[in-house]
């Protein structure tokens, strides 16, 4: 544990009455300063994370540090910590000045100073003349950005999100998404957010955990995830991929739709079975003698910037190309890749051997 740690969870699970466990033995780290995703399809737990550290819900078994001390049943007005949820949750009877003076009109502070504060943190989320606004005059963005006052008002030393900017529309989503960025660069202050959209995920965190089934299947910064996905799960989820069936050669070496390849995977056993995941911008479209793979044309759709390409390979794999060039549907193409462009998954693999396999192949060794 490093001494940034601000929140620590020890083999946390959470079960409710005699149902299956909603959290299953989860642990992890959660720097000062960061920017933290928690990324997940519909019911993998990622709100019981975010109940648990503020308190709202205390675990089932494990424990939960907060800058080191154990407050597993520490209630949530005592923590450091501020939410803002999926609707908001703003008064609707008070202005914009009230919402977010709420808080600090309940801890009895001085007028000039909740005066002062309020201020400030308006003009942090650009909000600055519209104290006296009432809240059903405010858009969604800006409610979303009083909702983001209130939290940052307290000074809290972490703020978690819940799906913030699921209500907007597309262009306003990606507009807040720069603004919170920027914001909790601006702050400084630690921010937990959740999301189910993985370009979203990509494109604001520092770290992403990745849940599934109530676990944490990978975590690590948005290159990571996306490069070097651990399993299918992982792949499937972040971003389109190609995924086959492959064998493991020998080191370096690999084997799928009955070709032999470079790759730059070591540390697996010989004739391993394993999967192989191949992302659709980094095969390029060639000539079929040229191509490593050869293929034919099944479809295309043009998606503005490339198009993308469904081709099958003599085995019946299915492989997608997000390419600027055209192909023509019905024809033989070839396809080409680099042998670092082929990410090996090993079947079964947790999170901890993964990192340790990789570690020891950035070093040079390989014992498995
Ligand atoms: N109070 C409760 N009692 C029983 N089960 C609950 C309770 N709260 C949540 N659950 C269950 O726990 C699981 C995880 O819920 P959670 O809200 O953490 O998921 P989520 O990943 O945030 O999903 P979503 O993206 O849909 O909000 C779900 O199956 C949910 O039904």
Same mark, same amino acid.
């Given at each position: 544990?490093?001494?940034?740690?601000?929140?620590?969870?020890?083999?946390?699970t959470k079960q409710y009455?005699?149902?299956? =466990?909603v959290?299953n033995?989860v642990?992890?780290e959660?720097?000062?300063g960061?920017?933290y995703?928690?990324l997940g399809?519909s019911?993998?737990g990622?709100?019981?994370?975010?109940r648990l550290? +503020?308190?709202f %819900?205390?675990?089932?078994?494990?424990?939960i540090?907060?800058n080191?001390?154990?407050?597993?049943?520490?209630?949530a007005?005592?923590?450091?910590v501020n939410? #803002? $949820?999926?609707?908001? =949750? @703003?008064?609707?009877h008070?202005?914009v000045f009230e919402? #977010?003076?709420?808080?600090?009109r309940?801890?009895k502070?001085?007028?000039?100073?909740?005066?002062?504060?309020?201020?400030?943190?308006?003009?942090?989320v /650009?909000?600055?003349?519209?104290?006296?606004?009432?809240?059903?005059?405010?858009s969604?963005?800006q409610?979303?950005?009083?909702? %983001?006052?209130?939290?940052?008002v307290?000074?809290?030393?972490?703020?978690l @999100?819940d799906?913030?900017?699921s209500? @907007?529309?597309?262009k306003?989503?990606t507009e807040?998404?720069y603004e919170?960025?920027?914001?909790?660069?601006? @702050?400084?202050?630690t921010?937990?957010f959740?999301?189910?959209d993985?370009e979203?995920?990509? +494109?604001?965190?520092?770290e992403?955990f990745?849940?599934?089934?109530?676990?944490?299947e990978q975590s690590g910064t948005? /290159?990571?995830i996306y490069d070097?996905?651990?399993?299918? $799960? #992982?792949?499937d989820f %972040?971003g389109?991929?190609?995924?086959v069936?492959?064998?493991m050669?020998?080191?370096?070496v690999?084997?799928?739709?009955?070709?032999t390849?470079?790759?730059v995977?070591?540390?697996?056993n010989q004739?391993?079975?394993?999967? %192989?995941v191949?992302?659709?911008?980094d095969?390029?479209?060639?000539?079929?003698?040229?191509?490593k793979?050869?293929?034919?044309?099944d479809?295309?759709?043009?998606?503005?910037v490339?198009?993308?390409?469904?081709?099958y390979?003599?085995d019946?794999n299915?492989w997608l190309?997000h390419?600027t060039?055209?192909?023509?549907?019905g024809?033989?193409?070839?396809?080409?890749?680099?042998?670092?462009d082929?990410?090996v998954?090993?079947?079964g693999e947790?999170?901890e051997e993964?990192?340790?396999r990789?570690?020891a192949?950035?070093?040079?060794?390989y014992e498995s």
């Amino acid at each position: 544990m490093s001494d940034q740690t601000i929140i620590r969870f020890e083999n946390v699970t959470k079960q409710y009455d005699n149902d299956p =466990a909603v959290l299953n033995d989860v642990s992890f780290e959660i720097e000062r300063g960061k920017f933290y995703t928690l990324l997940g399809p519909s019911g993998c737990g990622k709100t019981t994370i975010l109940r648990l550290i +503020a308190g709202f %819900i205390s675990p089932s078994k494990g424990d939960i540090y907060f800058n080191n001390k154990k407050v597993n049943e520490v209630p949530a007005n005592k923590r450091q910590v501020n939410t #803002v $949820f999926q609707d908001y =949750a @703003l008064f609707p009877h008070l202005n914009v000045f009230e919402n #977010v003076a709420f808080g600090l009109r309940i801890k009895k502070l001085k007028s000039e100073i909740i005066n002062q504060k309020v201020i400030e943190a308006l003009k942090f989320v /650009n909000l600055e003349g519209y104290e006296k606004r009432e809240i059903k005059e405010m858009s969604g963005g800006q409610r979303q950005r009083v909702a %983001i006052a209130r939290a940052i008002v307290n000074e809290p030393e972490l703020i978690l @999100l819940d799906e913030p900017l699921s209500a @907007l529309d597309l262009k306003l989503r990606t507009e807040m998404q720069y603004e919170l960025r920027e914001l909790q660069r601006n @702050l400084g202050i630690t921010f937990i957010f959740v999301t189910h959209d993985q370009e979203e995920a990509l +494109a604001m965190s520092d770290e992403i955990f990745v849940l599934n089934n109530g676990k944490i299947e990978q975590s690590g910064t948005p /290159n990571d995830i996306y490069d070097e996905p651990i399993n299918r $799960f #992982v792949a499937d989820f %972040i971003g389109e991929s190609n995924i086959v069936e492959g064998v493991m050669v020998e080191d370096y070496v690999v084997r799928f739709t009955s070709k032999t390849f470079a790759c730059v995977d070591a540390g697996l056993n010989q004739n391993e079975t394993v999967e %192989i995941v191949i992302r659709p911008e980094d095969l390029e479209i060639t000539s079929p003698d040229v191509g490593k793979l050869k293929v034919k044309v099944d479809s295309q759709l043009f998606r503005g910037v490339h198009y993308e390409i469904s081709c099958y390979d003599e085995d019946g794999n299915e492989w997608l190309v997000h390419s600027t060039k055209k192909a023509i549907v019905g024809s033989e193409i070839g396809l080409y890749f680099e042998p670092e462009d082929i990410h090996v998954m090993r079947l079964g693999e947790t999170e901890e051997e993964f990192d340790k396999r990789l570690e020891a192949y950035e070093e040079g060794s390989y014992e498995s």
